[in-house]
């Protein structure tokens, strides 16, 4: 059974569960998988829905864990939506997977709907009822409000940067009201992130009442990741018998993670190149060697706007050493006339409507040198629906995109939320 390890000590070592409930570790570092497990292709044989493939490729990590018997069903639950590969081109080397079509158009869904599961799953009836802490850029907040939402023994306090999500955004995170609760932070995603980390270390919180996590710091939101990295790769090798290069719209991590760690499972991806935003962190990190968090910086692609993404550490636990870490992966920045411009010139070559943060990949495709695009099976990521960024996406391609009945849901409920300090005791007090 896979155990996972703190980041920071290798030999604090515990169950999935256990890294679950605890989100982040005693030490303060993150879990990660101690010893990967090792699968090959035609272990997925016969496996062929999302849901299959990510049975069979959790398995091994879940291990005999509490959780284990339960899990066919909360992979069910959290794949119930599908991530499809679409071709872009006629000779298969170039994909879209879009996996934006769960309930708030987003790929965290998938993380978010899996955590909220595992929960469930673990709580008993005479539990303590546990709260969930969030801090979102934008789309977490939403994705995880809607997969917790109504579900018995749990509380969510979501916290966003005031002003700084879009108005649909906010509109998002803001009308779900029962079990969650939004609240406005007059401050950075940054400062949202640390409160949530010292509400963690917080004597009088953590005496008040069971918290956990569900940023991308929850293992049981990262991993279940790496199940449509699965799929998008087996599709492409068993249809022309060759890996896939993914390229992903990175911002905290998470996304990269859980496809390098697919790939460390064993899943046949070949290379994986990381589009950012104008927050360079990672990009200026793999040029120079030197790991230089800074305040982020707000862009078009605002769910991507982290200058200090925590799951950075997991990535040099990954790879201790640059040269390795340089060799397994590629980094880029684009702008945000870039971001633009290639969300209108894709729509007037192919007809593609892109979100913001899409179209950083889209972007850095277009960058790679020829021989690059036909050397490898590209797939761009698709992380969230166009409509969730109307405001953006619209006016660059002069007409209106078209809102899938989901998100047409979300837009029609009453929003309300919360202001409060960046800071600690503004946030023990709302809570
Ligand atoms: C969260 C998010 C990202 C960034 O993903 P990370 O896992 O934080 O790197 C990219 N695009 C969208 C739409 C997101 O919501």
Known sequence: MTLFASTRNTSLAVGFSVALMQGLAPDGGLFVPAVPPRLTPQDFDGAQTLAAIA??????????????????????????????????????????????????????????????????????????????LVATSGDTGAAVASAFHGRPGIEVAVLFPKGLVSPTQEQQLTCWGGNVHSLSVRGTFDDCQRMVKDAFADTEL?????????????????????????????????????????????GN???????????????????????????????????????????????????????????????????????????????????????????RADYQSRGQIWCPHTATAAEVYARLPATLQAAQRWVIVSTAHPAKFPEIVEPLIGRAVSVPQSLAGLFARAASCVEIEADLGALRAAL
């Open 206 to 250: 953590k005496r008040r009442m069971v918290m956990s996590s569900a940023n991308s710091i929850n293992l049981a939101r990262l991993l279940p990741q790496m199940a449509y990295f699965a799929a998008a790769s087996l599709e492409v090798w068993r249809q022309h018998g060759e890996p896939a290069s993914f390229i992903v719209p990175s």
């Open 253 to 343: 991590l998470g996304n990269a993670l859980a496809c390098l760690w697919a790939r460390a499972a064993g899943l046949p991806i070949a290379q994986i190149v990381l589009a950012h935003n104008a927050n360079r962190t990672v990009p200026d990190y793999l040029q120079s060697g030197e790991w230089r968090p800074r305040p982020s910086i707000a862009t078009l692609a605002s769910a991507m706007d982290v200058g200090d993404p925590s799951n950075a550490e997991r990535l040099r636990a990954l790879y201790p050493h640059l040269d390795e870490l340089r060799s397994a992966v590629s980094a880029y920045s684009v702008s945000d006339e870039e971001i633009s411009a290639r969300i």
């Open 55 to 132: 049975g069979r490729l959790l398995a091994p990590f879940v291990g005999t864990d509490p959780l284990t018997a339960t899990l066919p069903g909360l992979t069910a639950e959290a794949f119930n939506s599908p991530a499809p590969l679409q071709p872009l081109d006629e000779h298969g080397r170039l994909f879209v997977l879009e996996l934006f079509h769960g309930p708030t158009a987003a790929f965290k869904d998938f993380g978010a709907r899996f955590l909220a599961a595992c929960f469930e799953g673990l709580h008993t009836p005479r539990a303590r009822v546990i709260t969930i």
